[in-house]
């Protein structure tokens, strides 16, 4: 089915580990985005990519970088994790003129 | 700078009730609206949305919408609850249809019950 994968749906990290969360999209969008989800604050942006080779810093980018690795992906990378980010990650597409957002099912993020 | 109030967090109602979902937002200029629902342990999807046009906006799954700018309102209805419509709501506001300044508001989790 088209869509928007994420990959892992659960990780447990360390404090101070890093790793990367993969998403790419098969509806050949422009634009990506990548949300963090936590409970009584919504979904607040960390980081978006409009079109291909461009991104872009959202409400919360601090302790996140992101990849725009070709049009049917973008990465998102903890460098050092910290328990602040243990969170509900969730990656999206949509192309430009439509805003209507698709999503991804999540990543379940726990930074012990 | 925009902003979306999604009033009350957690909304009750029987199943046969109506169920209604307030959202107002903050905007310098006339903005686009969005309804999304997310059940439990998946991504959101797209319920209905206002761009220009008709201020009632139907949706899926029986939901709509009204655009009331005089009360920058974009209240979320529907006539009769079923009990599959449990799940989190969320408003959002763009001003632009690009997508890239989007807004979300927190959220209102709907329980229905039997």
């Known amino acids: 089915n088209a869509g928007v994968t994420q990959t892992p749906k659960f990780q447990v990290l360390k404090t101070g580990q890093s790793m990367t969360l993969q998403c790419a999209q098969d509806?050949?969008?422009?634009?990506m985005y990548w949300y963090r989800q936590d409970p009584g604050m919504g979904l607040r942006l960390i980081y978006y990519?409009?079109?291909?080779?461009?991104?872009d810093k959202g409400e919360v980018p601090n302790g996140y970088n992101v990849s725009r690795l070709n049009k049917r992906e973008f990465s998102l990378r903890l460098e050092s994790a910290a328990p602040s980010q243990t969170s509900v990650y969730f990656c999206a597409s949509s192309e430009r003129g439509q805003g209507v957002y698709t999503f991804g099912s999540g990543t379940r993020l726990t930074v012990v | 700078a925009q902003s979306v109030t999604q009033l009350g967090s957690h909304v009750s109602v029987s199943e046969g009730a109506l169920v209604l979902l307030r959202c107002n937002y903050s905007s310098s200029v006339p903005p686009y609206l969005f309804w999304y629902v997310q059940y439990p342990n998946q991504g959101l999807q797209l319920l209905l949305k206002?761009?220009?046009?008709?201020?009632l906006v139907k949706g899926i799954n029986g939901f709509e919408a009204e655009f009331k700018k005089s009360e920058t309102s974009f209240h979320l209805t529907k006539p009769s609850a079923h009990m599959s419509d449990a799940a989190e709501y969320f408003c959002?506001?763009?001003?632009?249809?690009?997508?890239?300044?989007?807004?979300f508001g927190t959220g209102t989790s709907l329980t229905v019950i039997p």
């Open positions: 206002y761009t220009t046009g008709a201020t």
């Open positions: 959002a506001v763009s001003r632009t249809n690009t997508g890239n300044q989007f807004y």
């Open positions: 990519s409009a079109s291909e080779g461009t991104t």
């Open positions: 509806m050949n969008h422009n634009s």
